[in-house]
């Protein structure tokens, strides 16, 4: 008897160890980041590292993500998730929508209406399914200990980096103006039309199932009134991809490959986010805290040491979705946060195209996924 009850609670105390020491290493990086910061007197991006945290935690606590909420819509007709990932962009859109249009210095995500962002979204979509997570998700989840995003995340930055490669001429390619309603209607009447676009959208995803409950309306407003927050320290809406794919181009970089010839990294911006660090470019900083903030929010729930590592096949899949989402973002000008959510928090019609052609990626990457044995 002593034997069965001493066996599991002799194997947990080495967990509970792992457990405190993920945490402990989670804070140390968190730590050194937020001293690097204070040392160069960024106190706008502390304060942008901070709300990054808080995203990751409440992302995975919450489990709040955009991959389920397409399949359930498509597969079942439950709306109810992807309306609420609609909502977050109409609350950043309180605030970015008016003052990037009244305010010097701020500026929205406004993108031209053509086939890069188009099949871009649609190749984003097959690659959420496949990985089974977004941008915001491969994130969380990989901060969150999941062996699946470890898979994913590193594909999803060299998707990112052989889209950077091509974008420049994808961008010679037809496209209809970009069209910002701020710009059409002036500052409040973009606002409003930002508003009835999207309360229509939401409507079509709600025409038939379940409401988002209360707890999925509070969740939505929450992340919304952060990236919002982001939006006013940064002087952009909040995006993830563009880190990523610094970071691919980063690790290039150090086994060889020279960028700095090539037609995106010779670009002013790209060129000066590939010769500083990762922690000067916003969207980077980001991303380290949305995934130290998730693992801060796992450790304490438990739940970083219990993921296992998916069959082979699912693997696969991982690394497939990861590179179709980062290429494909790196095309569309984002992916559900910088287009989606960025896009329509912008007033910007290709916001909302995007939706519709991730949806179209989406469909076919459901029926994608039994071939990877996933359910």
Not at 320 to 330: D, E, K, S
Request: hydrophobic share 55%.
């Amino acid at each position: 008897m002593s034997t069965s009850i001493g066996t599991p609670h002799s194997a947990a105390l080495p967990r509970l160890g792992r457990g405190r020491a993920v945490a402990a290493g989670g804070l140390i990086a968190i730590a050194a980041i937020a001293y690097q910061l204070l040392t160069e007197h960024r106190i706008a991006s502390l304060g942008l590292f901070a709300l990054a945290l808080a995203l990751g935690a409440v992302f995975l606590l919450a489990e709040f993500g955009y991959t389920g909420a397409f399949r359930a819509w498509l597969r079942h007709g439950d709306g109810a998730a992807l309306a609420a990932g609609i909502l977050v962009a109409l609350v950043a859109a309180l605030v970015i929508v008016p003052v990037s249009a009244l305010v010097d210095g701020y500026g929205g995500f406004i993108a031209p209406i053509g086939l890069p962002v188009i099949g871009g979204a649609a190749l984003f979509g097959v690659g959420m399914q496949l990985a089974n997570g977004c941008g915001s998700g491969t994130l969380y989840a990989a901060g969150g200990g999941s062996r699946r995003m470890w898979v994913t995340l590193p594909f999803f930055c060299l998707g990112g980096l052989a889209g950077s490669l091509v974008l420049p001429a994808a961008l010679r390619l037809p496209a209809l103006p970009a069209v910002s309603l701020a710009a059409q209607f002036g500052p409040w009447g973009g606002l409003a039309a930002t508003l009835a676009l999207g309360a229509a959208l939401i409507a079509l995803v709600l025409r038939r199932g379940p409401r988002p409950t209360p707890r999925q309306i509070g969740i939505a407003v929450l992340i919304g009134a952060l990236a919002g927050g982001a939006f006013l320290l940064s002087g952009l809406p909040w995006g993830i991809t563009t880190g990523l794919t610094l970071w691919g181009a980063k690790i290039a970089s150090m086994l060889g490959a020279d960028l700095a010839h090539t037609t995106y990294w010779s670009w002013d911006g790209p060129k000066q986010d590939l010769a500083g660090s990762i922690l000067h470019q916003d969207s980077s900083l980001m991303d380290l805290g949305l995934i130290l903030g998730a693992t801060l929010a796992a450790s304490w729930r438990g739940s970083f040491l219990a993921q296992r590592v998916p069959p082979a096949r699912q693997l696969l899949a991982a690394a497939l979705g990861g590179l179709a989402m980062g290429f494909g973002a790196r095309l569309a000008f984002g992916c559900n946060i910088g287009a989606l959510v960025g896009g329509i928090a912008s007033g910007s019609l290709h916001g909302f195209v995007w939706f519709f052609a991730a949806l179209a990626g989406n469909w076919l990457g459901i029926r994608l996924r039994p071939r990877f044995g996933l359910a």
